[in-house]
């Protein structure tokens, strides 16, 4: 889309001081030294989506310096695709428990992770889904776990490298949904001197060399929800990453 650079001079005329504040403080940010890179071969990530998913990160931390959300990520991900000619949309229903938007009419799950101990190496997601109130059986809630992957084809997690006010990394990753059925048949395992009630339980997935790829963590506490603990990158895709400093706010 051509902007019409003397109409946008015209228009920026007639705002309010305050408002040619934040113009400018945007204006600032994008002129603030960024790196931005991604997977050659990457089929969701191109130089377009590239720079506009940067631009949308860049007005986030313009004017905030909390990391970008949930919502606003899935913002971010419609807005770079539909900029760079790729058919994407929310699901209709704003409460729908599987996918959260599709991509050439592929259903996608997102995730962010942005928690102060994140390791560079290992994924952590806290609440890949709700386990509900029914019987606390791993065997059955595993087999929820199963059911809710069925609602998507791919899951990308979004996750802010550094808490620093004045630089930001961010990597869009995907977590192969073949990585996660390997947890399929293999024991779980209680925690039994857990005050939990019900008890948590873990369930481990060992490569062939019984290095760790990843675990499933039941959590028994009061939200009763799924954690995917200690994914090993080395076994998921980087398709992009932004890097970017930030001018203080205050």
Known sequence: MLVDKEQLFKAIEQLKESQIE????????FNAPHLFSRLPDSDIVSEEWMQHFGNVLMIHHATSEAPFGKEKFEF???YASIRSGVDAEK???RTN??????LRGVPISLKTQSDAGLRETHIHISKFMEL???EWNFETLRDLFFEHMES?????????????PLKKHYELVEIPKSLLLESSGLECIVAENSRQNPKPGHCHVYDENGKLKFSLYFDGGTERKLQIQKIDKSYCIVHGTWDF???KLF
């Open 245 to 247: 400093e930030v001018n």
């Open 76 to 78: 971010g991900f419609i």
């Open 91 to 93: 699901p209709a229903s």
């Open 97 to 102: 428990r599987g996918h959260d938007l599709t």
């Open 152 to 164: 998507y084809e791919r899951i990308f997690t979004l996750r802010a490298l550094t808490n620093s």
């Open 132 to 134: 509900g109130r029914g």
């Open 22 to 29: 934040l113009v400018d403080r945007i204006t600032a940010q």
